[in-house]
């Protein structure tokens, strides 16, 4: 019986600690790496949304307010288009200032300003 030889309870004690110190980091990882996902997945789409509403703005007649798509309500639930239109100081005042602000459950994603000439 003095020969057989086997792994003490310490080792097997060291050996769980250490399985369990990496999985906790792998766990850790991969959620940080979730939510960046997520945060950036958000943004993009932000954007994409006051591209197609500035557009959707500059193809529309010239007038002193514009309202955003009603296809943003119906295929991207949570975010809200605000338009803001300010006239331009020029010769013949058919300069239009527009802001598009992107938001998601009342926080600013991502803010786009351009200019519509009539």
Do not use: C, H, W
Not at 58 to 85: D, F, R, T, W
């Amino acid at each position: 019986m003095k020969n057989q030889r086997g792994f003490t309870l310490i080792e097997v004690l060291v050996s769980v600690a250490i399985i369990g110190i990496t999985s906790v980091l792998f766990f850790v990882g991969f959620s940080t790496s979730s939510k960046g996902t997520f945060i950036v997945d958000e943004r993009e789409t932000a954007k994409n949304l006051a591209e197609s509403q500035m557009e959707y703005v500059k193809n529309q007649v010239y007038a002193a307010s514009y309202n955003s798509s009603p296809e943003l309500s119906n295929e991207y639930i949570g975010y809200s288009a605000n338009i803001s239109v300010s006239a331009v100081g020029s010769r013949d005042g058919n300069i239009q200032k527009i802001t598009v602000i992107v938001n998601r459950q009342d926080k600013e994603l991502t803010r786009l300003e351009g200019y519509k000439v009539n």
